[in-house]
């Protein structure tokens, strides 16, 4: 598989996360590159494409104390970051996120006459299931740590109604602009409960390569004392990356889950604070 396959980096990424969690933050170029079995000099090239940074300094955000730093050094207050224009657009750098959400009785029919495409594309963290409407993007899984029957069933579990159809080509654009690959617009079509929908809307405020915490959110939306209802809505987010919610961690630094698996939310993570430090 060539270098510039984006899932090829991923996945070496994903060992990498093992690695270092095995042989500690302070492990060599020398001994990073043994475990992956390739040369010091391939390890850092990849490592260098993949993140912007170098291996040494990538380590530094892949460590589980990361999360700790990154509440302290780039925590978002989102009342704050809304007030500011750090919503929609502005977070991804110069693509340009639209959103609409379904409406509640479109809801209530679970998507009961939807047409919904969808395709597995590459993506820099691993294969990636998109769905799809003609309204825009309603659902992003990764792969890297699941399977794509399960991924599939996941993602169709919740519109129950809709027909499902393969049909990758028209959704292409959206998903190259989703991934930097190229330029353009990314329409989103949220498919969720009010409440949902009030999360994932403060979860699009967070800037890339930022966090906040799950009470941060509950008191942004109104409900201060909803925090696990809010990490209940988080963990269902149906497109990932896109609404971020690998950027929403507990209080006291801890990462929380992540519905594509936590390695998959560390590395999201590292390749956002090294783009940002970039």
């Known amino acids: 598989m060539?270098?510039?396959?984006?899932?090829?980096?991923?996945?070496?990424?994903?060992?990498?996360?093992?690695?270092?969690?095995?042989?500690?933050p302070q492990a060599s170029l020398d001994a990073l590159a043994a475990e992956m079995k390739m040369s010091p000099a391939h390890f850092q090239r990849l490592f260098s494409r993949w993140a912007g940074v170098s291996p040494k300094r990538l380590q530094q955000y892949l460590t589980l104390g990361h999360a700790k730093a990154l509440l302290d050094e780039?925590?978002?207050t989102l009342e704050a970051s809304h007030a500011a224009g750090l919503s929609g657009g502005g977070r991804l750098h110069d693509l340009f996120l639209r959103w609409e959400a379904m409406s509640p009785g479109e809801y209530a029919k679970g998507g009961e006459g939807l047409v919904i495409r969808y395709g597995t594309f590459d993506s820099p963290f691993g294969p990636a299931l998109v769905m799809g409407t003609d309204r825009g993007i309603c659902g992003i899984g990764f792969m890297a740590e699941t399977t794509p029957d399960l991924a599939m069933e996941d993602l169709t579990a919740r519109w129950p109604g809709a027909t499902y159809v393969e049909d990758p080509d028209p959704l292409r654009p959206w998903v190259e602009a989703?991934?930097?690959?190229?330029?353009?617009?990314?329409?989103?079509?949220?498919?969720?409960a009010p409440f949902q929908i009030k999360v994932w809307e403060a979860l699009m405020r967070i800037p890339s390569g930022h966090v906040t915490t799950y009470s941060e959110i509950a008191q942004c939306i109104g409900h201060p004392k909803a925090v696990r209802a809010v990490g209940t809505a988080v963990g269902r987010n149906p497109i990932s990356y896109l609404i971020p919610c690998h950027r929403a961690l507990r209080k006291s630094g801890g990462l929380g889950g992540y519905h594509w698996g936590l390695p998959v939310k560390r590395a999201l993570l590292a390749w956002e604070a090294a783009r940002l430090e970039a």
């Open 74 to 76: 780039r925590f978002t």
């Open 178 to 192: 989703a991934f930097g690959q190229a330029k353009g617009d990314v329409p989103l079509f949220m498919i969720g």
């Open 2 to 24: 060539p270098d510039t396959d984006q899932s090829y980096h991923y996945a070496v990424m994903g060992r990498a996360i093992e690695a270092v969690d095995r042989l500690g």
